[in-house]
């Protein structure tokens, strides 16, 4: 594995680490005021996050692996999928830590995204909320 620290690369692995920026991925997300939840906790998982962010950006960026002796490949189509991967899950991790944290629901609202359709004692029809 090596590293290739051209122009371009480098301009695209700020570009990826504006774009989490962006998206509020270096700040922690804050705990509601009547949250049950550690703050060390939240902080660690934060951290996992931004780190799976930063690898995947690196990976898709500046990373190249060429394999073989004699006829030699590169594989940074690989890493390229990795990163992305990485990317990805990091976004839609520290998007759910957000609304989870933040704004975390009601116990109304999550009793009907659970079920959204009851049933009476009496007869069996449904009764929606």
Known sequence: MEFNFSLKRI?????????????????????????????????RAWFYCMLMFISGATCASVVDHYVGTLDRSNIRLLYIIVGVVLMTAASLWIRGMRSAYENPPAETQEMTWIMPVSFSAQDSTPVTS
Not at 30 to 41: K, N
């Open 11 to 43: 301009l695209l692995l700020v570009g990826l680490l504006a774009v989490f920026a962006l998206l509020r991925g270096f700040e922690t997300p804050d705990l509601a005021a009547d949250s049950m939840l550690s703050s060390r906790r939240v902080t």
